[in-house]
């Protein structure tokens, strides 16, 4: 009976250790999308690009990194740019890489909020795209 209990103990522990992961995922992939929606909904007028740098979000990550989180790892294929040639440089990047520039151009926005400009945040707005994507499994829609 002990040696039952034992697998079960080992089973349910792993279990909740995926669970835990697809949470904190689920977690990344809201920033990710209130990020990009914020962005998105925010134009481009000169009044609001200084506010933008507040209003990123990148705690999620930041918690995430920090309790160890293990990504997919999946690479991105030229399938799921969908012949975007800005993004040709990212194949072959994993999912922890791309995740990690993501939040490395938030950071630098936030850390110098006066040199946003409306390319910027076009840029950024493209690449939390590309990531969000590539974590869902997804390609980029076709042009």
Known sequence: MAIWKSL????????SRVEKQRGQ???LQFELEANIRFVASSGQQESQLLLI?????????DTILSQGFSFNNEMLKAQQIAGYAEFNRYVGRDSYQLVCD???R?????KSPTGITGLK???LL???LL???????????KK
């Open 8 to 15: 079960y103990d080992v089973f349910d522990k792993e279990r």
């Open 25 to 27: 995922l689920r977690a």
């Open 53 to 61: 740098a507040d209003k990123l979000e990148s705690q999620t990550f």
């Open 102 to 104: 993501a939040y490395q």
């Open 106 to 110: 938030i950071k630098l926005i936030k």
């Open 121 to 123: 945040l076009k840029s």
């Open 126 to 128: 493209r690449f939390l």
């Open 131 to 141: 990531v969000h994507f590539h974590l869902n499994g997804k390609g980029l829609p």
